[in-house]
C-alpha cells in the first residue's frame, strides 16, 4: 500500500468560526469512515498561514526566519490526511470525500 497527502485549502482571510455544525458532523463522519477502512495513518488542521514563520538558509550558512508563509497566495494550507491507498485512484476517492466534507478545495499527492 502506498502513502498519499489529501491537502485541504482554506483562502487566506479563512474564519474556522463560520464552520457550520453540518460542515464539522460531515468531517467527524470522513475520519470515522477512514478509519473503519484502515486508510487513516494521520490527520490534522493547521493554524493560519499567517502564524507561521518562514526559514531560508543563506549561502554564508545563516538562516533568515521571517513572519507568515514563504509562499506568497491567497489560500494556503489548512489541513490534511495521510492516508495508505492500494492506489491512486482509491487515494482520488477519499479526496473527493474531502472537498465535500470541508467544502473547500483538496490536493492529493503521492510520496515518494
Request: aromatic share 8%; net charge negative.
Amino acid at each position: 500500500m502506498a502513502h498519499y497527502l489529501v491537502t485541504l485549502y482554506r483562502p487566506d482571510d479563512y474564519d474556522p468560526s463560520t464552520e457550520s455544525a453540518a460542515m464539522a458532523r460531515d468531517i467527524d463522519v470522513l475520519n470515522d469512515e477512514m478509519v473503519a477502512a484502515g486508510v487513516r495513518v494521520y490527520v490534522g488542521g493547521l493554524h493560519p498561514a499567517s502564524s507561521a514563520q518562514s526559514l531560508q538558509a543563506r549561502p554564508d550558512g545563516s538562516v533568515v526566519t521571517t513572519g507568515g508563509s514563504y509562499l506568497q497566495t491567497t489560500a494556503h494550507v489548512g489541513g490534511l490526511w495521510l492516508v495508505e491507498a492500494a492506489n491512486f485512484d482509491e487515494a482520488l476517492a477519499w479526496g473527493r470525500k474531502a472537498t465535500v466534507a470541508c467544502r473547500a478545495p483538496v490536493e492529493v499527492r503521492a510520496f515518494h
